[in-house]
T-cell receptor
Framework: GQNIDQPTEMTATEGAIVQINCTYQTSGFNGLFWYQQHAGEAPTFLSY????GLEEKGRFSSFLSRSKGYSYLLLKELQMKDSASYLCAVIKAAGNKLTFGGGTRVLVKP | DADVTQTPRNRITKTGKRIMLECSQT?????MYWYRQDPGLGLRLIYY???????NKGEISDGYSVSRQAQAKFSLSLESAIPNQTALYFC??????????????FGPGTRLTVL
């Protein structure tokens, strides 16, 4: 089976930085996705990591350590529109299925 | 036009009724998925299909069935709906690993309430 843990909720101030951690336990790991989901809407793709290290995309960065079963999503220069849930999901090589964590709801305050 | 569409978007039904949720996609993807989302539990996979002749159970398939009518269509049925199937249901598609990773694209969701 797979355990994927991430905090339930985080609050941050507009313009600040927030780091959302995700830990996982799985066999046959083949990559980790981060998705953003605004309330009542579909999840949308943010990033994919399969090798150790940092992937940067504008204000968003994602980090992976395979040996530690750990990833984080870093959101810089927070904007009000970044208020959303952020979903960590692990993909296994066998079956190519995604398993999602419970999501972290981020609230950005003025 | 949206690449992945779901109908209906909202549905209220009664216990014991048969319900079908439909998903269509114009992305030309072979892979399609059905998830349900409950508060605090994230997205959980119900069924998935990697091509028209392929159907696989996900982690919570009990009480559900699916039909892959064509490459572009994947429907989810609740044969006899029960209240704990009240949830937000998402369809997703993916094109395989051609781009280096198998990104899934989600439909807008169907909010189902079973009374």
């Amino acid at each position: 089976g797979q355990n994927i843990d991430q905090p339930t909720e985080m609050t941050a101030t507009e313009g600040a930085i927030v780091q959302i951690n995700c830990t996982y336990q799985t066999s046959g790991f083949n990559g980790l996705f981060w998705y953003q989901q605004h309330a009542g809407e579909a999840p949308t793709f943010l990033s994919y990591n399969v090798l150790d290290g940092l992937e940067e995309k504008g204000r968003f960065s994602s980090f992976l350590s395979r040996s530690k079963g750990y990833s984080y999503l870093l959101l810089k220069e927070l904007q009000m529109k970044d208020s959303a849930s952020y979903l960590c999901a692990v993909i296994k090589a066998a079956g190519n299925k995604l398993t999602f964590g419970g999501g972290t709801r981020v609230l950005v305050k003025p | 036009d949206a690449d992945v569409t779901q109908t209906p978007r909202n549905r209220i039904t009664k216990t014991g009724k048969r319900i079908m949720l439909e998903c269509s996609q114009t992305k030309g993807h072979d892979r399609m998925y059905w998830y349900r989302q409950d508060p605090g539990l994230g997205l959980r996979l119900i069924y998935y299909s990697f091509d028209v002749k392929d159907i696989n159970k996900g982690e919570i398939s009990d009480g559900y069935s699916v039909s892959r009518q064509a490459q572009a269509k994947f429907s989810l049925s609740l044969e006899s709906a029960i209240p704990n199937q009240t949830a937000l249901y998402f369809c997703a598609t993916s094109g395989g690993l051609a781009g280096g990773w198998d990104e899934q694209f989600f439909g807008p969701g169907t909010r189902l309430t079973v009374l």
